[in-house]
């Protein structure tokens, strides 16, 4: 220890790293020498635990979220056609006679009513078709399809059918409707793409009618040709030696469906026809061919000369097949029925000599007993969505002023 001048004691320090502070004693007394404490941090607080829903909240949030995916799940389920979520492919009788074998049926196994002697509609003579549901519209109204082998043709296709929901009306119970065929363009096989709703000729129809533009007729869809159109073969809806008996299967066994299975008009003023490109044609053929069974067609876009590889070495058919030949026969025939033909052609065809020859057809053959009506539509391109609004702004008119039902 050391000893500082005139005898003074200085405070001790140990050595060494840890030296600790001297203090004097005393209880008023501060310590020489305080030791740095830094302040701490206060402890971070925990966040609380959120409450937990009551049990009945956890029950309704639990129910709508089932809901909610049963809901898609119907909804995609709809959409694929799985049953039970979908109608399709039920029977559907039209509030006639059911099949034979089936069950049940809207008459309820009653007999149909037997119409007066004089009156104009027939009544549905049967065997009844087994129609099934293809699709249910907004309105009610069902597109359906049956097979049926034709007794005339001997052709084996399909046939969709729909009704007008007036057609279902009591007030109309006792009437006959008018009838008319669509017929598609391309291969027709082996559907018929009126049959769908995405072009709304069924919808379009009720609008019409709705608006006192159009009769309120009934649709028989049949497939077009025999198959694909493959490699350029196609049947000109007609029958070629050898081939399919087309022509009597789109104007024999279908009319005779529409007949077993609906209450129809029984004249010709009830029955017409409507197409676009080659159904154009076929409907074209058919009312010039045949008048004394059909009044009137619609032809959007039609060939107007049957052209089909099929023809080669059949120069006589093909002949008595040609729309031209056959409008020549019928304005030289003294005492012919009336026919109306309804054109409507785009200014945007793929075929731009598809303008021309209609025009040059009406010009030549509009006379006489052929009334014609020609719409041009400018812009409009050769599909059935150019063809289906346009219908109603002339063409359904055109045929449906001449054409009866419905009718008692």
Known sequence: MSHAPDGQQQPYRSEGPYQQPYRSEGPYQQPYQQQYRPPQPEEPRQPEEPRRPSRVRRWVIAGASVLALAAVASLVMSHYEIPPFTDKGESVSFGQLPPSGSAGGDTGGAALPTPPPHSKMSMPTGPAADFKNAMTLPDGTHVAVTTITGKKSGFKGKVWVWAPKEYGDPKFAKSGFPVMIALPGGAGYPNNYWM??????????????????????LLAMPVLNPGPDDKGIYWDASDIPGQPKMDTWLTDDVPDLMRQNFRTVKSRDGWAYMGSSTGGFASLKAVLKYPEKFKAAICSGPDILPDSPLWKGHDKEKAENNPELLAKALIAKKGSPDVYLAFQVGTNENNKNTLPNVKKFVATYGKGPIHTDLKIIQGGQHNAKTYVPNMGEGPIQFISKVMEGPVE
């Open 196 to 217: 769908g709703t995405d072009l709304g000729l069924q919808s379009s129809i009720s609008k019409w009618y709705a608006a006192g533009k159009s009769k309120p007729f």
